[in-house]
């Protein structure tokens, strides 16, 4: 995910965003029919977050990777942005209650092994996979064959650990813990803030030393609104797009962005068509789950808004003239994806959630599990970055000859 992804620009071609267009027009008007306007202002946001990703190659895994291998920091610099603006909005709301009037709640959940151990295979995953939660989605939609593979097993994964997640569930774990109600807004907020600046500085730091200077944003032919339309966009336009996005995701939905249940939703609903009673597992029967799973996909709110990042990455790619799928997958990249997808679906699953609802949205809603996913997903993306050239040729190291 990230930079990598993108394709080198070629001349514009009007089918991607015609497409696109024609698509989102499809699915506006069907869901005003049968689900009502809400899910067409939803997927209109969901089409927003793809294009924002695109535009700004708003990268979570590649962020992270080069930061680890480069200490280059300018990725991770961008998430504390969007972090920040996120909290600064959401930490009233959440407090609150409400927001213009409806009512709001944060994703909180408990922090303990099982998020552990998911958030640290879902970080080998992003990796191998190439991509997170929202990076597979909007590579899909800018016609990315490969990441297909990914998502295809990154929805295998995810309806998999449904299966066994009574059992995950059960192992020890601190209660769903909101620092917002157990400070109050004013001590969360500085406390959040001041953690997001020590991660900035840190990486300021580190870049500084490795490389003596930071790294300069890259340029573009591009400006004002053509620029807006074809990007790329600057990273910090990114940070600000996402975090208003999903604050607009919590006043429309109720809660903020998430991203994988629709995953575990779409492959229970697959097997439930041949014939596998999945309704039994003790995942499905929980009441929110068990009306999903009983209801049509298009009222599902998460399913809506994936639809729409992949619908509006399209849309950006075709704009951008970069909008190239191409069927040639190397096998041991092949291999890395099916892996990368089966671990990235299986952990977000165990964890409450991916590098967007229990990372960014787990984050900005003051949840405890939220910080506790961080620290373990990055120690999962150092392991995976390092398995990354067991499959991908041109990361590995030439080796020289020692004499030994």
């Known amino acids: ?229 074809r990007g790329p966009w600057p990273l910090l336009w990114g940070a600000i797009a996402l975090a208003l996005l999903n604050y607009a995701t919590l006043a429309l939905a109720g809660r903020p962005w998430g991203i994988t249940s629709a995953f575990a939703l779409w492959g229970a609903k697959t097997l439930s068509s041949v014939g596998v009673d999945v309704g039994s597992w003790v995942f499905w029967q929980a009441p929110a789950n068990a009306k999903a799973l009983a209801a049509p996909l298009w009222q599902d709110i998460t399913t809506v808004m994936d639809l729409g990042i992949v619908l509006g990455a399209l849309l950006a790619a075709g704009l951008a003239g970069r909008f190239a799928p191409s069927l040639k997958i190397p096998l041991p990249s092949l291999i890395a994806a099916i892996i990368g997808g089966l671990l990235l679906g299986y952990g977000s699953r165990l964890a409450y959630g991916c590098n967007i609802g229990a990372y960014f949205s787990g984050i900005a809603s003051g949840s405890v599990h939220g910080w506790l996913w961080l620290v373990a997903a990055y120690a999962g993306n150092v392991i995976g970055v390092r398995l990354r050239p067991l499959f991908f040729a041109g990361e590995r190291q030439p080796v020289a000859l020692t004499g030994c």
């Open 1 to 229: 995910m990230g930079l990598s992804t993108i394709a080198t620009p070629e001349p514009r071609r009007l089918g991607a965003p015609l497409i696109a267009l024609a698509l989102l027009l499809a699915g506006a008007w069907f869901l005003n029919l049968n689900a009502g306007f809400k899910q067409v202002l939803l997927l209109i946001v969901g089409a927003a977050m793809g294009l924002t990703l695109y535009h700004a190659a708003f990268g979570f895994t590649s962020a992270w990777r080069v930061f680890i291998n480069e200490r280059r920091g300018a990725g991770l610099r961008a998430q504390m942005v969007m972090l920040t603006l996120a909290v600064l909005l959401f930490f009233p709301a959440l407090s609150a209650g409400t927001l213009f009037g409806n009512p709001v709640t944060g994703l909180v959940a408990p922090a303990g092994v099982s998020v552990v151990l998911g958030a640290f295979i879902f970080g080998i995953g992003m990796q191998l996979g190439g991509g997170c939660a929202s990076g597979t989605l909007f590579t899909v939609g800018g016609g990315n064959a490969r990441m297909l593979v990914t998502l295809l097993f990154f929805i295998i994964g995810s309806v998999t650990a449904t299966h066994h997640a009574d059992w995950w569930f059960a192992l020890p774990s601190f209660p769903a813990t909101s620092i917002v109600q157990a400070w109050g807004v004013g001590p969360a907020l500085l406390a959040s803030v001041a953690l997001f600046g020590l991660i900035a500085w840190v990486t300021v730091l580190l870049e500084k030393r490795r490389h003596g200077a930071l790294q300069a944003p890259a340029s573009s032919d591009h400006h004002g609104l053509r620029r807006f339309l």
